[in-house]
């Protein structure tokens, strides 16, 4: 069911990305310093990369963020695409990661996708200001997830994947799940 959540995650994030303008691209996000049009790309090649690891394969170069040419929403699709079709398909035993310099069971990595996806999905509506609105059984999936996300010192160095956790007590789930992982609800606030 990971997969199947994961992919609907994968899926709103493309809608909202189809939804931004060519003048969104310079936008400030929600992810400190990045613009959009650096979300995507990084967006854009963690699907590269994940599809990678699928596969079992272990460097560095599906990693790397590419240039997203004159349609960077056509090259988000095509990259969410690719990694729909890797999770979907045959799915090696353990996910070798090396921006984390790690090799995880292919559940737990497939599960770090699904978060970002959520937490990403997010981050686009809000620079586009727009909502995204997950079923509640998607949001009661990512939760437990989030909650599992290590705190502490790995999120504060430099290039770390989340923010510190912010203090939320709002009962809306996304915005428990944002604020875990070191966004504002009420960004930009």
Do not use: N
């Not at 995880?104 to 770090?112: D, E, K, L, N």
Request: one cysteine or more; a negative charge.
């Amino acid at each position: 069911m990971l997969i199947e959540y994961d992919a609907r995650a994968v899926r709103t994030s493309v809608a909202l990305v189809d939804r931004a303008g060519v003048a969104d691209l310079d936008r400030p996000t929600p992810c400190a310093g990045w613009t959009l049009r650096d979300l995507l790309a990084h967006m854009t090649a963690q699907h590269h990369g994940f599809a990678a690891a699928a596969r079992g394969e272990e460097g560095l170069d599906a990693w790397r963020p590419r240039d997203l040419g004159e349609d960077p929403a056509a090259a988000y699709r095509a990259a969410a695409e690719h990694v729909l079709a890797a999770f979907s398909g045959a799915v090696a035993a353990e996910f070798p990661l090396p921006e984390l310099g790690v090799v995880v069971p292919a559940a737990r990595a497939i599960g770090f996708h699904f978060i970002d996806y959520v937490v990403h999905s997010w981050d686009v509506a809000r620079t586009l200001g727009l909502t995204v609105d997950f079923e509640p059984e998607l949001l009661e999936a990512a939760l437990p997830v989030a909650e599992a996300v290590p705190g502490g010192r790995a999120r504060t160095v430099p290039g770390a994947s989340f923010a510190p956790a912010i203090a939320w007590t709002d009962g809306a789930r996304l915005d428990r799940i944002v604020a875990m992982l070191g966004r504002s609800p009420v960004w930009p606030d």
